[in-house]
């Protein structure tokens, strides 16, 4: 699969050792699965750690950002894009495996919109037993077997056709919540990113940004596809462990002022929301 028309962009802090797993087998799996794939990696943390971890390949990018605060995730997405120079771009979650089968569908879906979400909705987070089996060999057939095997595969069809499913199903080695998610893997077209200004860097830490920015987008009367099989899924791999994404007393607060946010992005129309990005100022 060639992947020479579109860049990831992985905001990244490494706060436990999962994380640094997962940031390894995400990269190291498209490395292996892909040509000319291009990543852009912003580490925003106290010291620079994914170095340690994970080797950059010389076509790609690594930023530091220090911060001693909570995660600047959206911040990180939006250094990342101005460091990217293809056409097209992936804002992926560094938790994240999905197929470049459906990369390259969700572009071929966009030549007359803007964004697209490369995945139908279901995302299958896999349990630790499953990681294994794919740290193994990093083969999208692996997670395949896991998630679409003889006993699950109908079952699946038939969430896939339910129109925002909104249930909890747990599967041997992976459960799904719904079939309408929206975050860790959205693509755009460069000038469309520009369009909107980016990621909301209001929002610190994880809560709603995934949802925000797919607000703002349809407000602002863009275009948004996605894929459509019922085996379009993402993978997302573990990580139990305390994160940047679990709520603490350090970060509820930044939850809730989130939630603030994204409810005031939500109920303004589109040309009050013109001009509120209009005063964004990175």
Known sequence: ?????????????????ERAS?????????????INSKFVFVEDSNKPLLTNF???????????????????????????FKNTERPYVCFLDLDVIINPVQIL?????????????????TCCYLD????????KNQSIETLKNIV???KNENYLKEIFQIKNWGGIQKFDKFTILGNNSIGGCLVAKREAIDEIKGFNENFVGWGYEDSEIISRIRILGKQIVRTSKYEDVMYHLPHTQSSASTQTPNNINDYNNNHIEIQKIEN?????????IESWLW
């Open 22 to 34: 997962n940031v390894f087998l995400s990269y190291s799996f498209f490395k292996l699965n892909s």
């Open 1 to 17: 699969m060639n992947l020479s028309n579109i860049e990831f962009i992985v905001a990244t802090r490494i706060d436990n050792k």
């Open 268 to 276: 303004k129309s589109k040309e009050e929301l013109k001009t509120y």
């Open 148 to 150: 679409f095997n003889s």
């Open 105 to 121: 569908t969700i572009l071929d879906n966009m030549v007359d919109c803007d964004f697209g979400l490369p995945y139908n909705g």
């Open 54 to 80: 994970i080797e950059i390949k010389s076509e790609d990018k690594y930023i530091f950002e220090q911060t001693e605060g909570n995660f600047r995730k959206c911040r990180s997405y939006n250094i990342g």
């Open 128 to 135: 630790y037993v499953a990681k294994n089996e794919f740290a």
